[in-house]
């Protein structure tokens, strides 16, 4: 169903008992982020904080469930909208086959363009209040943790247009508040927004810019969505709400917005200007985006709904609610990953520890040697996908969701070095690990279930069917080794966790690398894998989210056998030679915010105290602000 604006969502909310209203005061800095953050990570409700000090209430984890986004997608099962998305893009890119099938689908393309964005006259729910003086504090904008650089608008939906083509996107970039109306845009160079940009330097003239905040919820989804270049934003809206979305022109440029929207911030970005340092910001990584240069953006006007309601979202070591936003972009967006590359494609999952860009899961049906290649080929150029740190195609019957089965699916149908394969290409820009910034390394692994073809006579190795238990550290003899855990996938494969610390070595890595060669007790583990000794080895998530955010693939492997592959995931600062770029700190809130948190969390109206999870991450922090001292 479509809704009219927040206000409108929120009642749904609250009859479906999503919603938890927080009547007792709490602070836009750092305290919201604080109790969001336990209420997120404890699988709890949309939050409506109605005193924050401005007049307008703050929502915010109103996407941080299955069945709450589902509400603002406006269906019952995403799945099923998947199935009907698929059609959408196949007329949208006009495959729909021969001409006799284009006949029979004209039904469908008429009842599709019903669902075309629409220019309307008028003011619009949007601009129900004007404000020619515009003033951005008059908001409750977020900070949300210690070190950010500032305040953030971390939900805006910022509409921008081509000066040639006229081609407009609207995209999710975050927006550090300077004043009251200058602002920084973070969009990364490989975005819409940033392209837009650049050509708009070419022509000397400023560049408009609109940014809208909420009105009907699945605006923010498709802002995010990762669509083909050729199909609008809002189309995609319609789509969803089964009503067309209606637009309305800007005040002061000639930009067209959402006309039930809640918040509407009209200006500018003038090319000629310098860029200004953005940020830090503690970022869905789980680490801080370092400060940076981006452009500055100058508001020119700002309109509201009278009963608008300021939207939000924090991010931060997963999961928090774009893990509930990734989870639709995994259903929803099969099909155009059928489009690209059919008809193999079954399914892909991105793991919560792979924060959308560091892990994807890819199940194919498997038909010809060489096909789980040349998918990763295909992929890690396709579209977002393009930013993939590790990419692993399985075949067969396993549930890619179900991480022991998948991971012994691996095990039974991978020669590592065989079945690795690495390259070097874009990185997310938010990626710390490479030592260039957005550009580092690679890894796909053909874990499909090997045709004869493929084999060359060598069957994944085993060892006995029950390996002996070994103790590494008395194996490797090393004082830097703090700690081990070993997990049997299988009768014949182990995966080995060793938490070193490597500022008291700064060789440790290589050393270990060359132990393990030398000590064949070791071969029955198949994955190899090293973190700092202040990660929890008991806590997989932990320990997943901290190897791919640490490692490049290229740089960080060893192989041990043929069978058997190391992979570093400590801090690299430490290394011989030290690290190129700066090291971010893990994202985590002060003593001062938990303990200010604590005091007032019986006011907030829970029915139990949850207790900070950024006491349980803490010991991941090292010395300095947002980025690691040595």
Known sequence: MPYSGLADFITQLEKAGELHRISSFADPVLEIAEITDRIVKNGGKALLFENNGTR?????????????????LGTDDISATAGELEKLFNMLTGSAGSVSDRIRSLPELIRIAGYLPVHTRGRGRCRQVIHRKPDLTMFPVLKCWPHDGGRFITLPVVHT????????????YRMQVFGPDTAGLHWHRHKTGANHYEEWKKTGKKMPVSVSLGGDPVYTYCATAPLPENIN?????????????????CLTNDLYVPADADIIIEGYVDPSEPPVMEGPF?????FYSLADLYPLFHVTCIT????????ATIVGIPPHEDTWLALATEKIFLAPLKLAIQPEIIDFHMPVAGVAHNLVIVKIKKSFPGQGMKVISSLSGAGQMMFTKYMVVVSGDVDIRNYRELAAHIAENT???????????????????????????KAGVDATEKLPEETGGVRPAGVSSDPPDVDPAGILNVPFIKG?????????????????NPSEDSGSVDRICRLLKESSGLLSCCLVLVLDHTVDLDDLNIVAWQLLGNSDPVRDHCFISPGSVLIDGTIKVYRKGGFPRPWPNVVCASRETI????????????????PSFSLSYSGLLRDGGDTVSI
């Open 415 to 441: 020669v590592l070095e065989r079945d690795f394969v690495f390259s070097t290409g874009p990185m997310d820009v938010l990626d710390h690990s490479s030592d260039s910034f957005s550009f580092g390394g």
């Open 233 to 249: 934003e809002y189309i995609l809206a319609g789509f969803l709400r089964k009503k067309r979305v209606k637009l309305v022109k």
């Open 304 to 311: 509201h709904a009278a009963d608008a309601v300021y939207p």
């Open 282 to 286: 503690g970022d869905h990584t789980g």
């Open 56 to 72: 307008f209430p703050l929502l915010i984890n109103a996407y941080g469930s299955e069945r709450r986004l589902s509400m603002a």
């Open 484 to 500: 081990y855990r070993e997990y049997r996938i299988n009768g014949r494969n182990k995966i080995l966790l060793l938490g070193a």
């Open 595 to 610: 303990e200010s948190v604590d005091k007032k969390w019986d006011s907030l109206g829970f029915d139990r105290s949850v």
């Open 161 to 172: 247009r081509h000066p040639v083509t006229g081609k407009t996107n609207a995209g999710m």
